[in-house]
């Protein structure tokens, strides 16, 4: 069986060369790509996943030393998440795949956080930093979008320190091992290459440091953007039409779980859970 793949093109910030990154281009804008044998396999294993299933890792810092290769452009939902802030920040609380299914889960794998250094990378309106703070962790937290920066900043006033950064970039300004809890939810899929982002993780944890992380789940997210190139890290994006009344085209990266997982292992992690949470009694 054969299935068109549109190969997005990016608003010039990427070419279609390096949507298709690894040993093969398959395929350019507007032709047909044949499925992987194995991908079809997948397919038929995962079919009654939901599309909004994430899935969450715990990570424990190894001692294994790791550098940074390679920046990356310009963040891909930048415009996105300056024209969704405000309407993101009025509904997250609240919003229920986040309050009931991916932040429940995603605060179940923290270990204890009182007096502990906390990153919060891609804060957004600073949901996590709070209920951090809250429990007497100490925050510093990040975040590309300067909307979602000022929302933070007005939600966590004085109690943590909320800077601009793009975390496809190196994180100079942070010392090295000087966290004891990095805390990413649902912002690494805006990132193309996590080698760069993990390093950088690594370094700034303190061995022994978790690294927790929340992500869309790969094979929902292959079946939900009806992807022919399983194993390679694609551009794709959708319509959010969650948020109302705002209305944005997100872009982001989808990518197999040997991509999601071999980049955690190769910057020095051990992995020790990953959860495919379902949600709470609430949702
Ligand atoms: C879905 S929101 C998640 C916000 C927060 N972690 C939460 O769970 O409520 C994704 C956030 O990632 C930020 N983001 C996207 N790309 C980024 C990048 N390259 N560097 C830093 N932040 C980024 C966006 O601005 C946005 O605030």
New binding site residues.
């Given amino acids: 069986m054969e299935q068109p793949v549109r190969c997005l093109n990016v608003q010039g910030e990427h070419s279609v060369k390096r949507l298709f990154t690894s040993h093969q281009i398959i395929g350019r804008e507007g032709e047909t790509v044949t499925l992987y044998e194995l991908a079809r396999l997948i397919l038929r294993c995962v079919n009654s996943v939901s599309p909004h299933v994430n899935s969450i890792v715990r990570l424990l810092r190894s001692n294994n030393e790791a550098g940074f290769e390679m920046m990356?452009d310009k963040?891909?939902?930048?415009a996105?998440?300056?024209t969704?802030?405000e309407s993101?920040a009025a509904v997250?609380d609240t919003k229920p795949h986040?309050a009931y299914c991916?932040?429940p889960a995603?605060l179940s794998l923290l270990p204890a956080v009182k007096n502990k250094r906390v990153l919060?990378?891609?804060?957004?309106?600073?949901?996590?930093s709070q209920w951090l703070i809250e429990r007497g962790a100490s925050v510093v937290a990040?975040?590309?979008?300067p909307k979602?920066v000022e929302l933070a900043k007005e939600r966590l006033g004085e109690t943590a320190e909320v800077r601009q950064?793009?975390?496809?970039?190196p994180l100079t300004f942070l010392d090295t091992s000087a966290f004891d809890i990095v805390?990413?939810?649902?912002?690494l899929e805006?990132?193309e290459d996590w080698h760069n982002?993990f390093a950088e993780f690594y370094r700034v944890l303190r061995p022994t440091g978790h690294l927790i992380f929340?992500v869309t789940h790969p094979f929902s997210d292959y079946l939900y953007f009806k992807s022919n190139n399983y194993f390679e890290t694609e551009l794709v994006g959708s319509e959010w039409r969650g948020f109302k009344p705002v209305r944005v085209h997100m872009p982001s990266f989808r990518r197999s779980l040997s991509a999601t997982l071999n980049p955690l292992i190769e910057a020095g992690f051990y992995l020790e859970r990953i959860l495919e949470p379902k949600p709470t009694e609430e949702f």
């Fill in positions: 990356s963040p891909i939902a930048f996105a998440y300056e969704l802030a993101y997250i986040n991916e932040r995603t919060d990378a891609g804060c957004g309106p600073g949901v996590y990040l975040d590309a979008s979602m950064a793009d975390l496809g970039k805390l990413s939810p649902l912002v805006y990132i982002t929340s």
